[in-house]
């Protein structure tokens, strides 16, 4: 007799407040038996902290950008399952972020030399910085209390800024750890083509959502075949430059950051000039095209 798997994920520990802890719990319990493993007296013990951690939100962020997409590209009781509990499923998110947070506070407090000489950029400053304030948003916002006191599309703005911001971060870590440094871990592959993939994933539901409002429309409407073929040549041109990035980040940088107004946003502007994301935005210029329909007679 098989399993009823939409059966199986409505029992109750596998839903809520107990999916949170379930994963909560042990994921806290295994970074305090790895911080109890290295010295945390020294800054380079503390800094291997905040890496590790890190390993442990971004597969959650990356899996909660894919949530909403997999549901309308792939219907069925596992994306069912995640959307109904994408609220505790970002709160884990922001549990692994408290623990990293911990571990940069205890850099910054006691570690400053080695933070400020072998770490800190003002970039990197602010980009954490704006992150941890929309998670802390996030989370507020994510209970009733708070909620109320929001629109329905001011909340939904802060939680999808807020989301693509948090994304934003640990994606172009790991496109600039394959496209840039050298000898890159496989770990870096498989972050960075998780988060690739799911953002690519969310641009495809919105491709969908735009043919399906079209058809609701005008149900004879069609994408013309010139819409057609450049939509798709872009689409494959962006993930041909997702996959080398090391071949083009150099001559692109370069060029994006000729003008010195443009160099001198590098050093304070947050993920400028923006090399890791050019890919996506080529994949959804494609898709945007793919679905531009018209009218369609025989």
């Avoid at 007799?1 to 107990?18: E, T």
């Avoid at 989370?139 to 708070?146: E, H, K, L, N």
Wanted: charged fraction near 15%; proline fraction near 6%; aromatic fraction near 16%.
């Amino acid at each position: 007799m098989g399993i009823d798997l939409k059966a199986a994920l409505k029992n109750k520990a596998l839903n809520g407040y107990r999916l949170f802890f379930l994963v909560s719990i042990p994921m806290s319990i295994v970074m305090l038996v790895a911080a109890s493993g290295v010295d945390l007296s020294t800054g380079p013990g503390v800094s291997a902290m905040i890496g590790f951690s890190v390993r442990f939100a971004v597969p959650i962020v990356f899996l909660v950008v894919a949530i909403s997409s997999l549901q309308k590209l792939f219907p069925g009781p596992i994306p069912a399952w995640l959307l109904r509990n994408r609220k505790y499923i970002g709160l884990c998110f922001a549990v692994a972020m408290a623990w990293q947070g911990l571990f940069i506070s205890m850099m910054s407090l006691f570690f400053r030399d080695y933070y400020f000489a072998d770490i800190y950029l003002l970039r990197d400053e602010l980009e954490g910085s704006v992150g941890y304030i929309f998670l802390t948003g996030m989370v507020v916002t994510s209970f009733d209390f708070a909620r109320r006191r929001l629109s329905a599309k001011q909340w939904k703005l802060l939680h999808k800024t807020g989301l693509y911001f948090l994304f934003a971060y640990p994606f172009s870590v790991y496109w600039w750890n394959l496209s840039y440094y050298p000898n890159p871990e496989p770990i870096d592959y498989v972050f960075y083509w998780s988060g690739f993939v799911a953002f690519t994933l969310r641009i495809a539901a919105w491709g969908k959502q735009r043919l399906h409002a079209a058809h609701m429309r005008s149900p004879e409407s069609r994408t013309p075949f010139a819409l057609k073929a450049l939509g798709t040549a872009l689409v494959m041109i962006g993930i041909v430059a997702a996959a080398n990035g090391r071949n083009w980040q150099d001559p692109v940088t370069n060029f994006l950051t000729s003008p010195q107004w443009s160099a001198d946003l590098v050093l304070w502007l947050p993920y400028w000039p923006l090399e890791p994301y050019l890919p996506l935005f080529i994949i959804a210029l494609g898709t945007m095209l793919l679905t531009k329909v018209k009218g369609w007679s025989n």
